[in-house]
């Protein structure tokens, strides 16, 4: 099982990014994604999370309203849409199969900063 993400970078106050995580090694499909994210200095944070099928739910209020979380099965790809971004969303995004332990990709920096 392996996870690569990607789209992060520097983006202003108010502006926004699409990240991208894909995954390898099960059957995309018949699970739930989840994207996480850890600030400097804190602890790794659940986002949001999408059910097999699509539908999001498990949005951190810290998010909500402003990032949506979306999937490709087709691609086997999982996607963050992030708007109207602020300084505390800075931090490594990842994904991964919503409540599994499996181990982190290297994940997609996120600086949110003028």
């Known amino acids: 099982v392996q996870f690569v993400e990607s789209g992060g970078g520097l983006v202003q106050p108010g502006g926004s990014l699409t990240l991208s995580c894909v995954a390898y090694?099960?059957?995309?499909?018949?699970?739930?994604m989840s994207w996480y994210r850890q600030p400097p200095g804190k602890e790794r944070e659940l986002v949001a999370s999408?059910?097999?099928?699509?539908?999001?739910?498990a949005y951190a209020d810290s998010v909500k309203g402003r990032f949506a979380i979306s999937r490709d099965n087709a691609k086997n790809t999982v996607y963050l849409q992030m708007n109207s971004l602020k300084s505390e969303d800075t931090a490594v995004y990842y994904c991964?199969?919503?409540?599994?332990?499996?181990?982190w990709g290297k994940g997609t920096q996120v600086t949110v900063s003028s």
């Open positions: 991964r199969r919503a409540m599994w332990a499996d181990i």
């Open positions: 999408t059910r097999q099928v699509g539908g999001a739910y």
């Open positions: 090694g099960f059957t995309f499909s018949n699970y739930d």
